[in-house]
């Protein structure tokens, strides 16, 4: 049972362009929710998707957007990339919006901004 | 917004030493989670916690949640070098996982 997946690993792009992020859920998960997490700091929540809607969203600007597909999967968008954008960004899948459930981690994808 | 402070940001102790980091809100939590990351890694769920005075353990890890569910702490008792990484924890306030995450805590363990 393949965990939570994340492609690509590591990404190097300029200022201003746009960067697509992919994540697969754990099996059986159908809610996919993104953090960014700057060096030295906790994970920030971007946003969540539920049923290919976008639930909640953190405070993050309108140049962060996403995906969710039918297969649960989802893809975060960031266009007009900024130095500030540099950090590693998870994805984290759990088995529904409810209190108690459990969210499982990614590996990441290591984004660097020049 | 909601706040989570975690202290200290960096713990060092000798191999076989105890270590707490302890976590508070500004708001009341539904839940408290704690992580653990080592380095180059993601955070792994360690666990969650619901109701008020809550107490878990796992092996040498226990976790306690406030009376007022708005701190938590967690212990670990002789540390080894395993227990080497970043301890968050993230509070929810709301039915869905918009967890806000503390800065965390790094522990090292001096063999």
């Known amino acids: 049972d393949a965990g939570v997946t994340q492609s690509p690993t590591h990404l190097i792009k300029t200022r201003g362009q746009q960067v697509t992020l992919r994540c697969s859920p754990k099996?059986?998960?159908?809610?996919v929710s993104w953090y960014q997490q700057a060096l030295g700091q906790g994970p920030q929540f971007i946003f969540q998707y539920y049923e290919e809607e976008e639930r909640q969203r953190g405070n993050f600007p309108d140049r962060f957007s996403g995906h969710q597909f039918p297969n649960y999967s989802s893809e975060l968008n960031v266009n007009a990339l900024l130095l500030g954008d540099s950090a590693l960004y998870l994805c984290a899948s759990s088995p529904g919006t409810g209190i108690g459930d459990t969210q499982y981690f990614g590996p990441g994808t290591r984004l660097t901004v020049l | 917004g909601q706040q989570v402070m975690q202290i200290p940001q960096y713990q060092h102790v000798q191999e076989g030493e105890d270590f707490t980091t302890y976590c508070n809100s500004s708001t009341t939590l539904s839940n408290i989670q704690w992580y653990k990351q080592r380095p180059g890694g993601h955070p792994v769920f360690l666990i969650q916690l619901v109701k008020s005075g809550e107490v878990k353990k796992q092996k040498r890890l226990t976790f306690q949640f406030g009376e007022a569910k708005k701190n938590s702490s967690l212990h670990i008792t002789a540390t080894q070098t395993t227990d080497v990484g970043t301890y968050f924890c993230?509070?929810?306030?709301?039915?869905?996982?918009?967890?806000?995450f503390g800065i965390g805590t790094k522990l090292q363990v001096i063999p």
């Open positions: 993230a509070g929810n306030t709301g039915g869905y996982q918009k967890v806000t």
């Open positions: 099996s059986g998960h159908d809610t």
